[in-house]
């Protein structure tokens, strides 16, 4: 088959279907998530057992036969090395967040890219828990949920990096009097790095994760997240 015709792809999540086969999700370049069926991908013969391989990026075609799509063709393309063994939870993490957190059929080519970057990074351990924050950052904005990081949500006035905000998953951030000792009230500074994508220190980079876990874990309607149990 022509290459031209297969799309770009990832695992996000993979699980058994009957005796031989498997059940799919998939980030995609230019389909967004979608799920696929994997028939006879469990035996030992099938050319698809050896390429379907999370954190390896994938050329993939599939057919639509009914409300399911049927996998037809998964090829590895250009293979990334094995993600070292301390960073693994990490991918899981990522795949866990797109996974729960995407809508199906809708393409969003630049939160792929950044994916498919990301996970480069962790293959060559040149990656730190601040690309985590920002990636984090992003995929709310990809969903339409862009943390508003800027302005107070009652004045409309410019944060101050003196004066501290309480965050509201729901409404966000307004000015209020109290310090840090709440975990929903955060420094002006530490939002204005955020914002900027200049998360230098390490309290602010802590702010940061504490900011972005409110807001993911309102979207997931606070079902936790399997994965961040293997996050220290």
Not at 17 to 31: A, P, W
Not at 32 to 60: T, W, Y
Not at 75 to 102: D, V
Not at 136 to 157: F, I, Q, R
């Amino acid at each position: 088959m022509n290459k031209q015709n297969l799309q770009l792809g990832f695992i996000l999540h993979r699980r058994s279907y009957r005796d031989t086969s498997l059940l799919i999700d998939l980030f995609t370049e230019t389909s967004g998530r979608i799920s696929v069926i994997a028939k006879g991908a469990k035996r030992p013969k099938s050319p698809l057992r050896h390429a379907l391989q999370m954190f390896q990026p994938l050329h993939l075609d599939w057919v639509c036969k009914s409300e399911l799509l049927t996998l037809r063709t998964a090829e590895i393309n250009q293979p990334f090395p094995q993600i070292p063994a301390e960073y693994i939870a990490w991918g899981f993490y990522l795949n866990e967040l797109l996974y729960r957190l995407l809508g199906k059929h809708e393409a969003l080519p630049a939160l792929f890219t950044l994916y498919r970057n990301l996970l480069h990074k962790l293959t060559n351990k040149n990656i730190t828990e601040i690309d985590l924050r920002y990636f984090e950052k992003e995929l709310l904005s990809h969903l339409g949920y862009g943390l508003s990081l800027e302005h107070d949500a009652t004045s409309h006035e410019a944060l101050q990096a003196d004066a501290f905000y309480l965050f509201d998953p729901e409404f966000g951030l307004t000015l209020t009097r109290f310090s840090e000792a709440n975990n929903k009230i955060f420094s002006g500074a530490h939002l204005l790095a955020l914002a900027n994508n200049e998360l230098q220190s390490k309290e602010a980079c802590l702010s940061a994760k504490k900011l972005l876990r409110h807001a993911i874990n309102h979207l997931l309607n606070y079902r936790p997240l399997k994965s961040r149990e293997m996050i220290i």
